[in-house]
């Protein structure tokens, strides 16, 4: 047993590291293409009146802020013995969504009110009887995601950046920036990158949850496929409307992708 945990072992390093390098060759090709054609993309595509855009926009980010609050409640919660005592952190977040709605008179807070509420519940339910420290690590991961891509790079990038969003470009485009020449704070803009397409992927360390399982296992199959699905629907969302450029969405899911991979690592090894 010994000797072939140490094969896993020694065949999962090359993997990961091979798919890290897939997935940068794959990074640099598209930030070329779309340095030279971000505004044509943009120009040919972006309709702000598009029904499916603007509930991107209305309702992208809300799922992700319900499972950060599911990564926080379980981080917390493993930290207690008791299976009941575990769950206080939950009903903590469900008071917080109830608070966001009494008194914060905001749609998108309200919204994300009822999305701890309800996910919360729901989780809480769900795991009534089972050790929260059963999903600690992959808990964490989600923590980690949410701090390293939404939380840290999205907002400092943006202010450095000044990015200037296509809808709010000057007539005949005058004031366009192509990512690799932003023209900084001075340019006031908060274009680049796309902090929806980095809560659209909050959900990419779920499938860490189903690796293990078989290729054409139902539930391995539509996780997947929801996962990957929502994170693409965001983001390109994000481009329909005019909120963002193909490179801004594109910088957000890459560094999604890298860093759920570097995690995954990390989570494995320490697992084996």
């Not at 939950?90 to 969504?97: A, D, E, L, M």
């Not at 309800?118 to 808990?139: E, G, Q, V």
């Not at 390293?148 to 296509?166: A, E, M, W, Y």
Request: overall charge positive; aromatic content about 14%; charged content about 15%.
């Amino acid at each position: 047993m010994d000797t072939v945990r140490k094969m896993n072992d020694n065949t999962s390093k090359p993997n990961v590291k091979k798919l890290i390098l897939i997935v940068i060759v794959i990074w640099v090709i598209l930030s070329v293409i779309f340095g030279f054609y971000d505004l044509d993309i943009s120009i040919a595509v972006v309709d702000e009146t598009s029904i499916w855009g603007n509930f991107g926009a209305d309702y992208g980010e809300i799922p992700g802020y319900a499972l950060i609050a599911i990564a926080l409640a379980t981080l917390l919660g493993s930290l207690f013995t008791n299976l009941k005592m575990q769950k206080i952190p939950g009903y903590v977040g469900i008071i917080v969504g109830v608070l966001f709605i009494l008194f914060i008179n905001d749609e998108d807070y309200v919204n994300i009110g009822w999305s701890l509420i309800f996910s919360l519940l729901i989780y809480i339910a769900i795991t009534w009887n089972k050790d929260w420290k059963r999903y600690r690590n992959i808990s964490g991961v989600i923590a980690l995601l949410a701090v390293l891509n939404p939380l840290l790079f999205v907002q400092i990038t943006k202010i450095l950046c000044g990015r200037i969003r296509f809808r709010d470009l000057d007539p005949g485009y005058t004031n366009f920036t192509p990512w690799f020449l932003p023209p900084g704070i001075i340019g006031g803009g908060s274009s680049f990158p796309s902090g929806h397409a980095a809560m659209g992927w909050m959900f990419l360390p779920l499938l860490i949850a189903v690796k293990d399982r078989k290729i054409k296992d139902p539930l391995k199959v539509l996780i997947t496929v929801l996962v990957i699905g929502w994170g693409l629907f965001v983001a390109l969302s994000r481009i329909a409307v005019g909120a963002h450029y193909a490179s801004d969405v594109l910088f957000s899911t890459g560094v999604a992708t890298i860093v759920t991979i570097f995690f995954y690592s990390k989570f494995y090894n320490k697992r084996k």
